[in-house]
Each structure stands twice: as C-alpha cells, then as structure tokens.
T-cell receptor
Framework: AQSVTQLDSQVPVFEEAPVELRCNYSSSVSVYLFWYVQYPNQGLQLLLKYLSGSTLVKGINGFEAEFNKSQTSFHLRKPSVHISDTAEYFCAVRGAQKLVFGQGTRLTINP | GAVVSQHPSRVICKSGTSVKIECRSLDFQATTMFWYRQFPKQSLMLMATSNEGSKATYEQGVEKDKFLINHASLTLSTLTVTSAHPEDSSFYIC?????????????FGPGTRLLVL
C-alpha cells in the first residue's frame, strides 16, 4: 500500500525567503510522485511530477522537487517565495490506479 | 491542454433534494475520472473511480446509492448526490486521467461547493 506524510501542517515564511515543504512516502510499487497546489476555493493545479529519470524535477512558478529514493522523500522547494504562493500544497503518490494524498501543508507568506 | 471543468461551481439546495454535478474534460479524452470530497482544512478523500462505459468503483464507506456516478462518454462524468442532507455539504472535486498520453497524471477540476440547508 502507498502512503504519504507531509511533515508540516503549516509553514509561515517571509516574502522573498526560501522555502521547503517536506514530503515522505512509502510505496511497494513503482514510484510516481506529484505536488499539487490548491488556492482558496479552487481545485488542484499540478506543480510538478516525478515519473522517472532525473531526480531533480522542475515545475511551474519556480518550484522544484528532488526525489530521494534512499530517504523516501520528495521535498518541494522554492528559492524565493512571493505573496501569491500563499496556498495549500499537497504531495501525492500514485498507487494502484489512484492517487494517495498527504494531509497538505498550508504555506503562508508574510510581507 | 488537459483542462477539466466542473459545473456548477457552487450550489445551494434544500435537504432531501438531489443535486447533479458535471465534470468535463475539455481538450482531451478521459477513460478514467475520479471524484473526491474535501472537508474544510483537510485533504482530498477519494470517493469513487469511474471508467467510461462501466460501473464506478466506490471506496470503502462511500454509499453508492447516495452518490450516483455516471461516465457516459470519454469527456463527461456526473456525480448525483441523492436525497442530500446537511452532512453532505462539502467541496467536491473531480479529476481525469488523460487517455492517450502520460497516463500517470491526473488533472483536476476547479471544484463544486455544495451547501445543503
């Protein structure tokens, strides 16, 4: 079975500071990992994904994530955040025919 | 590409009535669509998986007679909440998996907020 743990429920940072949102997973099958962002009262938008190949994945809005098989992690990073990055971020692993989501991390950007 | 729409975006109904929510893949064909429910400040809970032309597969604990899912075409799936009650109030989100490429990625609709009075 697959599972995802997002280690921080809330992450407050100052504008233009770097940020890392942590995600650990467990999976007994091939690993496909995703990060989605959800703005208030909206659906989920795909930020980036790891299916195979390079372990450093670049996504939209300046985000990137690194797949670390030995640590079973897929942490999301951005070198300099903007107020508009305030949102809920979900890490997900593809299980047998369906996505398994973490509990989400609320990223709050303070001016 | 890979745009998913939902209609309506928001609906308010009286207790005991039924509500239908539509999910459409606008620029691709989706053999598989998913319906999720999200409570405030929580993650997404998968309700059911629907494949075009066949019966939906419901997750444990989800009442199939209450949440009717129809996936009649490769671009449309509907969720009908029958005899809605206040506890059914929630944010319902659909997603679709692209049929002809990148089968590992799901694209999500904007969600439908249901309020049952």
């Amino acid at each position: 079975a697959q599972s995802v743990t997002q280690l921080d429920s809330q992450v407050p940072v100052f504008e233009e500071a770097p940020v890392e949102l942590r995600c650990n997973y467990s999976s007994s099958v091939s690993v496909y990992l995703f990060w989605y962002v959800q703005y208030p009262n909206q659906g989920l938008q795909l930020l980036l994904k790891y299916l195979s190949g390079s372990t450093l994945v670049k996504g939209i809005n300046g985000f990137e994530a690194e797949f670390n098989k030995s640590q079973t992690s897929f942490h999301l990073r951005k070198p300099s955040v903007h107020i508009s990055d305030t949102a809920e971020y979900f890490c997900a692993v593809r299980g047998a025919q369906k996505l398994v989501f973490g509990q989400g991390t609320r990223l709050t950007i303070n001016p | 590409g890979a745009v998913v729409s939902q209609h309506p975006s928001r609906v308010i109904c009286k207790s005991g009535t039924s509500v239908k929510i539509e999910c459409r893949s606008l620029d691709f064909q989706a053999t598989t669509m998913f319906w999720y429910r999200q409570f405030p400040k929580q993650s997404l809970m998968l309700m059911a998986t629907s494949n075009e032309g066949s019966k939906a597969t419901y997750e444990q604990g989800v009442e199939k007679d209450k949440f009717l899912i129809n996936h009649a075409s490769l671009t449309l799936s509907t969720l009908t909440v029958t005899s809605a009650h206040p506890e059914d109030s929630s944010f319902y989100i659909c997603s679709a998996r692209v049929a002809d490429r990148d089968q590992e990625t799901q694209y999500f609709g904007p969600g439908t907020r249901l309020l049952v009075l």
